[in-house]
């Protein structure tokens, strides 16, 4: 059965790096999008960074813009978010996610119903 885990959240202060990853298992068509949404408490899930792997450009959640990078090794089958100049805003349970199709991955709040694997989720504090 496919399935997604991530590792690597952890808590850090206002300005500290943590690399998230999210490794598949199981068969997953190609030509597909891996996506990182956030959940806050009392908030809505968010879509936070998307790559596709046909090779197009990684889409950004405004809010994380010039700070995360979002890359795949597609050997390893992992996809990572590195998080840098992280902010108190950036608290919450980060997702990988699984949708089939091409082009920029969705991110707008109510796509994620778009996706069709997910992972449990990894806690991601940071502290002013």
């Known amino acids: 059965a496919q399935r997604l885990e991530e590792s690597g959240g952890g808590s850090v202060q206002s300005g500290g790096s943590l690399r998230l990853s999210c490794v598949q298992y199981g068969y997953f068509y190609s030509w597909n999008c891996m996506t990182w949404f956030r959940q806050a408490p009392g908030k809505e899930r968010e879509g936070v960074a998307g790559l596709n792997d046909d090779g197009g450009a990684p889409s950004y959640a405004d809010s994380v813009k010039g700070r995360f990078t979002i890359s795949r090794d597609g050997a390893k089958k992992a996809t990572y978010l590195q998080m840098d100049n992280l902010k108190p805003e950036d608290t919450g349970i980060y997702y990988c996610?699984?949708?089939?199709?091409?082009?920029?991955?969705?991110?707008?709040?109510?796509?994620?119903?778009?996706?069709?694997?997910w992972g449990q989720g990894t806690q991601v504090t940071v502290s002013a």
């Open positions: 996610a699984w949708r089939r199709g091409g082009g920029p991955c969705p991110l707008s709040v109510g796509t994620d119903a778009d996706y069709t694997y």
